[in-house]
């Protein structure tokens, strides 16, 4: 009994495995951990997966995995080894079971909020090559979740998950299409509801998002006279 309730060391090779759950390298920032707990639990969340047992188990590795390396992050900022109550990830979809004593989150209590970031405050991380390719594995995930939520007219959260893309992948064409029609898309929402000047904020970031896509100019202008007018009648 008494050597259940000690406390467990995070080995290295834990703590490892709690990267790659989260699609990331060692070199990763607590911001870089943070943004993409926020991406796999949107994805992975039951509530977006009803009756899905994988998606569920996916959801609680990533809640260890959050757990575990803000565990770490908030040691090491105090001059401590990266050491504490949290379990070893496994990257298989079982999900882990908690050590006594660790306080994991589950589908119940932890709250995924989809809000809208403002990405000039935020500084991009530079990542060494060796990253790439798990990069793009992960860029790629990513895309296509915010392929889905464009279908589906989630444009919201479809803002949030390209805003995370554009800091990772600031140059990447794909990521500035998905991004300028997720912009636009609310903005034509914005419009439906009469919110004109709230609709040519985000039309605006459309644009700014994805300057080189003639298309995107040319529905953009016409939602503009759409708005001038609105405002005549």
């Known amino acids: 009994m008494d050597s259940q309730r000690r406390t467990q060391v995070m080995e290295p090779s834990d703590l490892a495995a709690c990267y790659r759950t989260l699609g990331l390298t060692n070199e990763a920032t607590e911001q870089d951990i943070k943004s993409a707990y926020r991406q796999l639990a949107r994805q992975y969340h039951p509530d977006v997966n009803p009756g899905d047992p994988t998606a569920e188990a996916h959801f609680k590795q990533v809640a260890l995995a959050y757990q575990a390396l803000l565990t770490a992050f908030q040691q090491r900022s105090q001059g401590h080894p990266p050491s504490g109550t949290s379990p070893s990830v496994s990257t298989s979809p079982a999900p882990t079971t908690p050590s006594a004593g660790a306080s994991v989150p589950t589908a119940a209590s932890t709250e995924v909020r989809f809000h809208i970031h403002n990405p000039e405050q935020r500084t991009p991380t530079s990542h060494s090559p060796q990253t790439s390719q798990l990069e793009n594995e992960w860029k790629r995930r990513q895309l296509n979740q915010l ?87």
Do not use: C, M, T
């Not at 794909?174 to 997720?182: K, M």
């Open 147 to 233: 392929q889905r939520l464009l279908q589906r007219g989630k444009w919201q959260q479809a803002i949030e998950l390209a805003e995370d893309l554009a800091y990772r992948f600031k140059d990447d064409p794909e990521v500035q299409q998905g991004q300028g029609l997720a912009y636009h898309g609310w903005g034509r929402k914005l419009l439906d509801r009469k919110r004109y000047e709230q609709a040519r904020v985000y039309l605006k970031k459309a644009l700014q998002a994805d300057p080189r896509n003639q298309k995107l100019w040319s529905e953009v202008e016409r939602d503009y006279r759409r708005i001038e007018r609105q405002l005549r009648l």
